[in-house]
């Protein structure tokens, strides 16, 4: 019985856990897919990388850049140079890597 009790405890556990991380690769997926938009969308990307903490872009169209909601967004810092854009994001950079390449 003591068994059964232990077993219900650590299937809740794993339950609750599972459901904490698929609702941060949702999140994540919607900060990419913003992300994503307040670039000017797929089409104004010309090409990414992602090194450590930072998000560089080069895009078609600086001035469609939506830099305040980049900002908004959780970003340290964006330095603009023609047009090629390093966001410093942080620790979330890796995830939000996985994401975008899962958009594009």
Known sequence: MEYTQYLI????LIVIAL??????KKDFKIRA???IVYLGGKEN???????????????KDVNVVNKEAIQKMGAKGIVEIDNQLKI???EEAKQLKKQIEDLK
């Open 9 to 12: 405890i650590i299937i809740i």
């Open 19 to 24: 459901a904490i991380t698929n609702s941060k």
């Open 33 to 35: 897919n913003k992300l």
């Open 45 to 59: 990307i010309l090409n990414y990388e992602f090194n450590k903490s930072r998000f560089i872009v080069d895009v």
């Open 88 to 90: 410093i994001l942080g």
